[in-house]
Structure formats: structure tokens, C-alpha cells
């Protein structure tokens, strides 16, 4: 068994999931997202327009200089049809995880992982002008950089934030403490993801996600994994019921496709189920069935990647 390689595999995993969905991002209509990308099996660049798009609905404004993230793409927030992710080329990341590949640098650079100094890389790296082109930036960002603008301090900025996109940054902090005991591991994931997403059930999520991969690493299936750490998110057997229908009824009717981790966590968790033997196969279903894709593809590139390992195609632009 080779635990290193297969936490990479995890991280890398995460890496490519999110890239492939990215142009499919937060399309809700399936119907729309076949017609604008037909079957997404191969990193794409987006489009503008985007037919789904409700950037125009979300709202953020700088307080002053410590709070100004979206710098050079404010001018598109409140534009119809605006593509979250316009500027991002074919197999680029979106932002929660190029925040991933920053986070894995950075803790392999230290030797260790630092929550303040975390922090402060974080603040710096989404100030820095052109750091990276996204156009949206999540919700927990902004409340983030709102309360930072106010001048409070760093560990006290985050939210309780109830989002998938919270999972992003897990594969690659498991990655870069390989090695590391699994009690240690736990609670420096739970540590490093409460600085943003202080939510329970978003810590448990992520817990969920460390002790699965570490199952995976030790050899075990990816379905057994799942059984025996995430029965409180998903069941087994309801998912073998499952498994006749189509991939956009249960991510779609059974669980929505959105963004909360109460419907995104169990959704992840059946795609990785079924596709358990199957990477490419899992992270195209994945970004077909729409909605939250890129960060569910936190949870279901990482297991696969584990599991399965990650095709040479989906490692094009990818850190080695």
C-alpha cells in the first residue's frame, strides 16, 4: 500500500473534478447545460452567456481597501448572463480551489500547518491584485473580507456558513500532512475549516470526508468506506435502490443539486458510491447533473481519486 500516492491521488482528484465541472457550474437545468456543453467529458472553457447565471442577484460592496476582493470583476457583478467563472481557461480551477493548491503550498512549505499564519496568506493572496481571474467569489469570502474591512481580526471574520464550497480545501490539507496520525489530522481539519465555515453539520461534513479518505489510503473499498464512516449522511442500501435511476433524479429529486450541505454532502456521497471503481466516469456525472458540481467535486474527485486513481488526461494542468 502506498498512503502517500493515494492522498495525492485524493488532492489531485479534487483538482480535476472542479475543473471539469467548472464551465457547467451552478446550471440547474440540465436541459440547458447539454444544450450549451453537450456531455462534458473533457476539460471546456465557459461561456458568456451563462442561461442560468444569478450573479446579477448577488450583491458586494468594499468597505474600503481590506475588503476589496473582486477588484478588477466588480464591474460585472449585477450583469445578467455573466458566467461565474468567464475569465478561467479550459482546466483551470475555480477559486475555492486554487485557495486549495495555495493551502497545499503553503503547509508543504512550512513543514506544518498554521492556522494564523493560514490566515494571513489567505488575506494577502485575495488582495493581491490578478492573484486569480474568477469572477464570483462565495459568500464566506465576503462576509469574511466585511468583517476584516471593519477591522476585526482574521480568526474572528469567519461565518457560520452552510456551504459544500467549505469541503474544497480538505483533500488538499489531508495531502500535505501525509503522515500525519488520523486524531491530528481530524482536528486540524476541523480547526482549519472553522476559520470560514463555522457550521456544524459543514464540521461534520468535513470530518466525514478525513476519515474516508484515510479509510481509502488504508486499502479499504470506497463503498465500505462510505458505509462504515458516512451512515449518517447516506444509506447503502437505499443507494443500491438507486442505482437503476437516472443520475439527475437523485441528484435532482432525492437531493438537490445545490449548494447546502444537507442535500450536497449525501448527494457527493451516492455519486462516489456508484462510481466507486469508475473516476472519469463519476466526475463527468458529476458535472452533469448540474447545480454545486465544482465544490461537491471536493467530495467526490477526492474519494475516486483515492479509490480509482486519477486518469492521465484529467492530470494536464494539474500540480505534480
Known amino acids: 500500500m502506498n498512503t502517500v500516492s493515494l492522498w495525492i491521488q485524493a488532492y489531485h482528484g479534487s483538482l480535476a473534478a472542479d475543473a471539469l465541472a467548472m464551465p457547467v457550474h451552478w446550471y440547474y437545468d440540465t436541459a440547458a447545460l447539454r444544450r450549451d456543453y453537450g456531455v462534458v467529458d473533457h476539460f471546456l472553457e465557459p461561456k458568456n452567456p451563462h442561461s442560468g447565471s444569478i450573479l446579477w442577484r448577488s450583491e458586494y460592496q468594499a468597505l474600503n481597501e481590506r475588503g476589496d476582493i473582486l477588484r478588477e470583476q466588480a464591474q460585472y457583478w449585477g450583469q445578467r448572463g455573466i458566467h461565474y467563472h468567464q475569465f478561467l481557461k479550459a482546466g483551470e480551477n475555480t477559486l475555492n480551489f486554487q485557495l486549495a493548491r495555495e493551502l497545499y503550498s503553503f503547509v508543504r512549505e512550512r513543514g506544518g500547518y498554521d492556522a494564523d499564519a493560514w490566515l494571513e496568506r489567505y488575506i494577502a493572496r485575495m488582495l493581491e491584485p490578478g492573484w486569480h481571474r474568477d469572477t464570483y467569489v462565495e459568500e464566506y469570502h465576503r462576509a469574511f473580507f466585511t468583517r476584516?474591512?471593519?477591522?476585526?481580526?482574521?480568526?474572528?471574520?469567519?461565518?457560520?456558513?452552510?456551504?459544500?464550497?467549505?469541503?474544497a480545501t480538505?483533500?488538499?490539507?489531508?495531502?500535505?500532512?501525509?503522515?500525519?496520525?488520523?486524531?491530528?489530522?481530524?482536528s486540524v481539519v476541523k480547526e482549519h475549516v472553522g476559520l470560514t465555515h463555522a457550521h456544524a453539520n459543514v464540521l461534520r461534513a468535513a470530518d466525514t470526508l478525513v476519515r474516508l479518505l484515510w479509510r481509502v489510503a488504508e486499502g479499504m473499498e470506497a463503498q465500505e468506506a462510505i458505509r462504515l464512516e458516512a451512515g449518517d449522511w447516506i444509506s447503502g442500501r437505499k443507494s443500491d435502490s438507486w442505482l437503476h435511476q437516472p443520475d439527475e433524479h437523485v441528484v435532482g429529486s432525492r437531493f438537490s443539486p445545490a449548494c447546502y450541505i444537507?442535500?450536497?454532502?449525501?448527494?457527493?456521497?451516492?455519486?462516489?458510491?456508484?462510481?466507486?471503481?469508475?473516476?472519469?466516469?463519476?466526475?463527468?456525472?458529476?458535472?452533469?447533473?448540474?447545480g454545486d458540481n465544482c465544490h461537491r467535486g471536493a467530495v467526490v474527485g477526492s474519494i475516486l481519486g483515492a479509490a480509482c486513481g486519477v486518469p492521465e488526461r484529467f492530470l494536464m494542468t494539474l500540480p505534480r
Open 148 to 167: 476584516y474591512a471593519q477591522g476585526k481580526k482574521p480568526r474572528k471574520c469567519g461565518i457560520s456558513d452552510e456551504h459544500i464550497g467549505g469541503l
Open 170 to 186: 480538505v483533500p488538499a490539507l489531508c495531502a500535505a500532512l501525509e503522515g500525519m496520525g488520523l486524531p491530528e489530522l481530524r
Open 262 to 290: 444537507a442535500d450536497a454532502m449525501p448527494a457527493s456521497l451516492y455519486l462516489a458510491w456508484k462510481y466507486h471503481r469508475d473516476f472519469q466516469a463519476g466526475i463527468i456525472a458529476n458535472a452533469m447533473v448540474g
